[in-house]
């Protein structure tokens, strides 16, 4: 049986669908590495490590707006009938516009009290494009999401296009001197601002708002609240064990250091396409299977083999192209860190892997064991990561990656073997 049929047959998208959502996933990680790599041509190494703290917030509100919104809504959605559908879309659109004017306001908030602190650091950003930025950033993404879990995936193919093609053309016109703009951390948040304000209108003008259901409404707050706290929480403390030591080697080393580090993770960022079209298209494709606990187990495991597998296959390619591909594209100045994306893309074998054994737990609405597994290798990452950047620099950012991972990993695919259906 096909990897497609195995899992999608009751969806209606089979083959269809894995290979929209694999295609959308090249678009945003090709988008978003030749993009990023742009902007930091045009603010240099320096700006970029500015940049890198604010965007860093901004991956964390897509987190959060994603732990409490998409897990919930495709699970409750998987229970409604057709005729509501547009309702519940309303519900969870008006749901992701406040959280993503709550986060901007807070991490702006935040942004200006660490520059009233220290006025002269360079690693703070711009307030008002940092909040912009998180805003429009972590929209686009739950409209993105929401094409994928409830909808075609066709339009998210057009949004993500859109947004990318038009942060690349916007950063070429700048470095081609067309648009004279300073070198700084704001003129990156107002390219990506410009591309991800063209995905939302796009999002919005293609899948619309739906239909109002103050009924609805109540139901799934009710529904949601506490498995999304689990969830959120759960994100938080993924979102620590995975970028604690890039702040950590932001202060101890500069913003230069961490442009070069974040830059090098950025490229290894590529052999994670099919983990990110994993984590959009599964998830929908194994709530469908909820009523039949032994096939969903073992369609989970077979995933959670066929992710290993794809990922160890890409790493190879890392092996023998990833230092090229950091100078070609970054630059001279960012050159000395190019030996960091092999240990990058290592890191991506694991975190495949465990995609499979995260989405089955999340359609069983079990967010506690992936809380407990977060919350040991957040705690045991963290620990590590003053040790090994302090002693190691730059090499110790992959490596405390590998701890938390690893821990992470370990524990869930743990849970997993004991919830086996029969046993």
Same mark, same amino acid.
């Not at 409830?150 to 067309?178: E, K, M, N």
């Not at 004279?180 to 796009?202: D, G």
């Not at 092999?342 to 079990?366: D, E, I, K, N």
């Given at each position: 049986?096909?990897?497609?049929?195995?899992?999608?047959? =009751?969806?209606?998208? &089979?083959?269809?669908?894995?290979?929209?959502?694999?295609? $959308?996933? /090249?678009?945003?990680?090709?988008?978003?590495?030749?993009?990023?790599?742009?902007?930091?041509?045009?603010?240099?190494?320096?700006?970029?490590?500015?940049?890198?703290?604010?965007?860093?917030?901004?991956?964390?509100?897509?987190?959060?707006?994603?732990?409490?919104?998409?897990?919930?809504?495709?699970?409750?959605?998987?229970?409604?009938? *057709?005729?509501? +559908?547009?309702? +519940?879309?309303?519900?969870?659109?008006?749901?992701?516009?406040?959280?993503?004017?709550?986060?901007?306001?807070?991490?702006?908030?935040?942004?200006? %009290?660490?520059?009233?602190?220290?006025?002269?650091?360079?690693?703070?950003?711009?307030?008002?494009?940092?909040?912009? #930025?998180?805003?429009?950033?972590?929209?686009?993404?739950?409209?993105?999401? =929401?094409?994928?879990?409830?909808?075609?995936?066709?339009?998210?193919?057009?949004?993500?296009?859109?947004?990318?093609?038009?942060? #690349?053309?916007?950063?070429?016109?700048?470095?081609?001197?067309?648009?004279?703009?300073?070198? *700084?951390?704001?003129?990156?948040?107002?390219?990506?601002?410009?591309?991800?304000?063209?995905?939302?209108?796009?999002?919005?003008?293609?899948?619309?708002?739906? =239909? !109002? $259901?103050? /009924?609805?409404?109540?139901?799934?707050?009710?529904?949601?609240?506490?498995?999304?706290?689990?969830? @959120?929480?759960? =994100?938080?403390?993924?979102?620590?064990?995975?970028?604690?030591?890039?702040?950590?080697?932001?202060?101890?080393?500069?913003?230069?250091?961490? &442009?070069?580090?974040?830059?090098?993770?950025?490229?290894?960022?590529?052999?994670?396409?099919?983990?990110?079209?994993?984590?959009?298209?599964?998830?929908?494709?194994?709530?469908?299977?909820?009523?039949?606990?032994?096939?969903?187990?073992?369609? @989970?495991?077979?995933?959670?083999?066929?992710?290993?597998?794809?990922?160890?296959?890409?790493?190879?390619?890392?092996?023998?192209?990833?230092?090229?591909?950091?100078?070609?594209?970054?630059?001279?100045?960012?050159? !000395?860190?190019?030996?960091?994306?092999?240990?990058?893309?290592?890191?991506?074998?694991?975190?495949?892997?465990?995609?499979?054994? *995260?989405?089955?737990?999340?359609?069983?609405?079990?967010?506690?064991?992936?809380?407990? @597994?977060?919350?040991?290798?957040?705690?045991?990452?963290?620990?590590? /990561?003053?040790?090994?950047?302090? %002693?190691?620099? /730059?090499?110790?950012?992959?490596?405390?990656?590998?701890?938390?991972?690893?821990?992470?990993?370990?524990?869930?695919?743990?849970?997993?073997?004991?919830?086996?259906?029969?046993?």
């Amino acid at each position: 049986m096909s990897l497609s049929s195995s899992l999608g047959e =009751r969806s209606g998208q &089979g083959r269809t669908g894995l290979f929209l959502v694999l295609g $959308d996933q /090249a678009v945003t990680s090709l988008g978003n590495f030749v993009g990023i790599a742009i902007v930091a041509r045009i603010i240099g190494i320096e700006a970029f490590g500015a940049f890198v703290v604010v965007w860093l917030l901004a991956n964390l509100a897509q987190m959060l707006v994603n732990a409490i919104l998409i897990a919930p809504m495709i699970n409750d959605r998987a229970r409604l009938g *057709r005729w509501r +559908h547009a309702a +519940h879309d309303r519900v969870l659109l008006e749901q992701a516009i406040a959280l993503s004017v709550l986060f901007a306001v807070l991490f702006g908030l935040v942004a200006s %009290g660490l520059r009233l602190l220290s006025p002269s650091s360079a690693l703070w950003g711009s307030d008002l494009w940092a909040m912009a #930025c998180i805003f429009s950033v972590s929209l686009a993404e739950y409209l993105r999401r =929401r094409a994928f879990g409830v909808r075609r995936v066709s339009l998210a193919l057009i949004q993500d296009g859109l947004r990318y093609a038009v942060l #690349c053309a916007t950063g070429l016109l700048v470095l081609a001197g067309t648009f004279e703009l300073p070198q *700084r951390t704001e003129t990156a948040f107002q390219l990506v601002t410009l591309a991800s304000t063209v995905s939302i209108a796009t999002g919005l003008i293609l899948s619309g708002w739906g =239909r !109002p $259901d103050a /009924a609805l409404r109540a139901v799934l707050f009710r529904r949601q609240t506490r498995f999304a706290a689990t969830m @959120a929480a759960e =994100r938080l403390l993924g979102f620590l064990a995975g970028n604690t030591q890039f702040f950590i080697i932001g202060v101890v080393l500069g913003p230069a250091a961490l &442009g070069g580090t974040r830059a090098a993770y950025n490229v290894a960022r590529l052999s994670s396409v099919t983990i990110q079209a994993a984590e959009n298209w599964l998830p929908p494709r194994l709530a469908q299977q909820r009523s039949d606990r032994s096939r969903l187990w073992h369609s @989970a495991w077979h995933m959670a083999g066929v992710f290993a597998a794809v990922q160890a296959v890409i790493f190879a390619g890392f092996l023998v192209l990833g230092s090229w591909l950091m100078s070609q594209f970054y630059g001279a100045e960012f050159g !000395p860190y190019g030996y960091l994306v092999v240990y990058f893309a290592a890191y991506q074998v694991l975190v495949g892997t465990a995609v499979a054994f *995260r989405s089955y737990f999340q359609v069983l609405g079990r967010g506690t064991i992936m809380l407990q @597994a977060r919350g040991w290798s957040t705690a045991l990452g963290i620990g590590a /990561a003053p040790g090994l950047v302090l %002693g190691l620099g /730059a090499l110790g950012v992959p490596l405390t990656l590998y701890v938390s991972a690893g821990v992470f990993f370990a524990i869930l695919g743990y849970g997993f073997l004991r919830h086996r259906p029969g046993d």
